[in-house]
């Protein structure tokens, strides 16, 4: 079970929304990479990458950043998410050090593309599925598409995808706890490895995604609650290992 901090950029900067909206943000350092450094001096085994602006701009803003975090942080895998929506942003980024590409609004809108990206790029395509109440948002969550999750989640079992980022918008940012059922349910559904994201708070999130790893969930993505302090990723990542090691 990976603790994974996530490095959301907006402007240069490394921020948390609440909800994905992006008038609501709160600025936690102008030195992303720094940011970056400081996580895996912490003891991060992955780093999760979101381009804030270019998920709603639908190509890459922050590439150059993302390229330093992977300079300063070489070894560490990488995965990158947010208006990746070509094979060249996908080359490119793969380029510079990423290990894994984050498709979620395309991955929607043409499953197609990421069949063709597994048969390029396989063991490096990853699909982000951000969910409310069941149904997924697309467009950097500000639409609510009809799509059911583990129906589009299925869809994508047998064509090689490495692993599912499953987020409960209606969480994300808001520090109220991961919705382990829900993550739980998807990850018993498919075959593929689900990463739990959105709403982690403390080690007891970490504690209860161990207690259902058997269903597939391999990692959980937190943000806020590491910048506000609410959980110690050293600790947590312990933690992890402990529950891990005594299954």
Not at 72 to 81: F, H
Not at 84 to 89: D, P
Not at 198 to 227: N, P
Request: charged share 20%; net charge negative; proline share 2%.
């Amino acid at each position: 079970m990976l603790v994974i901090p996530a490095i959301d950029l907006k402007d240069g900067k490394c921020v948390r929304l609440r909800q994905g909206r992006m008038e609501d943000d709160t600025v936690y350092s102008d030195d992303p990479v720094a940011m970056a450094r400081h996580w895996v001096d912490q003891g991060a085994r992955r780093l999760h990458l979101v381009d804030l602006n270019g998920a709603f701009a639908g190509e890459p803003v922050n590439h150059g950043i993302i390229e330093a975090i992977a300079r300063e942080c070489a070894g560490v895998p990488l995965q990158i998410g947010g208006g990746i929506r070509t094979v060249e942003t996908v080359q490119a980024y793969l380029d510079v050090g990423v290990q894994y590409v984050i498709i979620g609004s395309k991955a929607v809108s043409d499953p197609d593309f990421v069949v063709a990206l597994c048969d390029r790029h396989r063991g490096h395509v990853i699909v982000g599925l951000d969910a409310k109440d069941g149904k997924v948002a697309v467009h950097g969550w500000a639409d609510v598409s009809g799509h059911d999750v583990v129906d589009l989640a299925r869809g994508f079992e047998h064509v090689g995808v490495e692993a599912i980022v499953y987020t409960d918008i209606s969480r994300d940012g808001m520090l109220s706890g991961v919705n382990v059922e829900a993550t739980a349910r998807l990850a018993e559904a498919v075959t593929i490895p689900v990463i739990a994201s959105g709403g982690v708070h403390t080690s007891e999130d970490i504690r209860a995604l161990c207690q259902v790893a058997t269903t597939g969930i391999v990692g959980a993505i937190t943000g806020k609650a590491i910048y506000e302090g609410t959980l110690n990723l050293a600790e947590a990542q312990r933690l992890a290992d402990a529950l891990m090691g005594a299954q």
